[in-house]
Antibody
Framework: QVLLVQSGAEVKKPGASVKISCKASGYFFTNYAMHWVRQAPGQRFEWMGWISDGGKGNTKYSEKFQGRITITRDTSASTVYMSLSSLRSEDTAEYYC????????????WGQGTLVTVSS | DIVMTQSPDSLSVSLGERATINCKSSQSVFYSSNNKNYLAWYQHKPGQPPRLLIYWASNRESGVPDRFSGSGSGTDFTLTISSLQAEDVAVYYCQQYYNALYTFGQGTKLEIK
């Protein structure tokens, strides 16, 4: 079955960076794009960016995070990574990876979430 | 950005009764070229990943019980649970994928009365 297993919770100081992993299993990894979404406490889900399927792994980021976010992948490990730099308290949130279904429009499987807490 | 607004924010329904959640988008998410509404519904339970329930506004995802149904077009959409079960307690979100900015509603918390 399809599983997306994310790395564990992180506590970071303001100004630091965080890198979260999302290991995929149960399907052919490069056939699907992967997105990252976050939900801050009491807030809506917020789309952050994605890495495409196929050989190139092109990326696209939300304007809100441009310059601070990097999404990469290791196809040999079936793992996608999301790095966010210059962290501030407002970045405290649950971060999710979400697989884009073959339709290319909606997310059919999500990771379990990774809580990132930014606090001095 | 397309703003998604759900109503109500919370809902209490008796077991076996119907639950209805509404979602309104600030602009149409319907593409006439392919006759599709670019809207999905997700169920989110504490400690679990969100689960896709409905896509293209009315298509039930594989494995989702048939008591869940989606309807609507353009800017107004509805998620209906025909006969509420205890395991349906969750927060429900609508999401548009009309443009690549992917925005969500604020969520509707569904509880048992």
């Amino acid at each position: 079955q399809v599983l997306l297993v994310q790395s564990g919770a992180e506590v970071k100081k303001p100004g630091a960076s965080v890198k979260i992993s999302c290991k995929a299993s149960g399907y052919f990894f490069t056939n699907y794009a992967m997105h990252w979404v976050r939900q801050a406490p009491g807030q809506r889900f917020e789309w952050m960016g994605w890495i495409s399927d196929g050989g190139k792994g092109n990326t696209k980021y939300s304007e809100k995070f441009q310059g601070r976010i990097t999404i990469t992948r290791d196809t040999s490990a079936s793992t996608v990574y999301m790095s966010l730099s210059s962290l501030r308290s407002e970045d405290t949130a649950e971060y999710y990876c979400a697989r884009l279904g073959l339709s290319g429009y909606y997310w059919d499987f999500w990771g379990q979430g990774t809580l990132v807490t930014v606090s001095s | 950005d397309i703003v998604m607004t759900q109503s109500p924010d919370s809902l209490s329904v008796s077991l076996g009764e119907r639950a209805t959640i509404n979602c309104k988008s600030s602009q149409s998410v319907f593409y006439s070229s392919n006759n599709k509404n670019y809207l999905a519904w997700y169920q989110h339970k504490p400690g679990q990943p969100p689960r896709l329930l409905i896509y293209w506004a009315s298509n039930r995802e594989s494995g989702v019980p048939d008591r869940f149904s989606g309807s609507g077009s353009g800017t107004d959409f509805t998620l209906t649970i025909s006969s509420l079960q205890a395991e349906d307690v969750a927060v429900y979100y609508c999401q548009q994928y009309y443009n690549a900015l992917y925005t969500f509603g604020q969520g509707t918390k569904l509880e048992i009365k």
